[in-house]
């Protein structure tokens, strides 16, 4: 049942978002809802692009384009699960001043692109592995509005001290516990009405229940702090994933 209506509600939301993408076929670079991301047309394509606030400077191997003096980073669905929902029609609302902690940063891809996003905003990036550190920390030197944190999200108490509250919780961990994770990351930062993305990979919550069913009841978890508004299925981009939009009401 559940199954059956996010892939209405997806398919609807793919078909709007493609529908405004090609209101104006003439331009070359159209804005979308979200601040500082964009769609760009050319050579028969059309891709999500993000205005880098880092000019000449790539996060991986992502082709940088000037147009009118600004600088766009393209911004990879098959790479990050939040472009998927931008492409799906999300109506997540943020502004340029906005704050995200962000969990499971890992090398910064997505990252990069919210700190694009929130121009002059702030993200805080939480990651665990010393490994991908090393990248975030390169990630975040030219980029004022991004700070890499080495530290556990299952013990936000370790971090409380260099976090403010923030208007958006974004975690994409894959990792048991999903859920209560977020719970607790948000009873510490999140604001109250404030928005939680939730990137919900089921196979790492466990390998042999069903995928939906698991889903299912990390969703059934979150009902008692959030009202979830948006349910992705992140396919054909990231398949077994899911992603919940969620506003905090306690
Ligand atoms: C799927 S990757 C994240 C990809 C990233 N969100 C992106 O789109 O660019 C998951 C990351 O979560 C990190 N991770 C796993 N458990 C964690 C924990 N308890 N605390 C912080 N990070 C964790 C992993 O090291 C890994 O880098």
Redesign the pocket.
Known sequence: MMEQAVKQMNEEMLKSALILADKNEDSVIKETALNNVFILSGDGSKKLVTKNLAPGIKVNDEKLITIDNEEYRIWEPFR??LAVLVLKGSSLSVKNDSSFLY????NG???SHISDIVHDGIVFA????PR?MKDLVRVSIPRRNLIPILA???NPESYKNMVTEVDFLYQ????REQASIAIKNAQFFLKKNGILVLMIKAKSIDSIKRSKDLMGNEIEKLEDFFKVEELFDLEPFHSDHMAVVARKIC
């Open positions: 990050s699960k969990l499971g940063a890992a891809t997505t990252v939480v990651e665990i592995s991908a556990d999200a299952m994409d961990i894959a990792q």
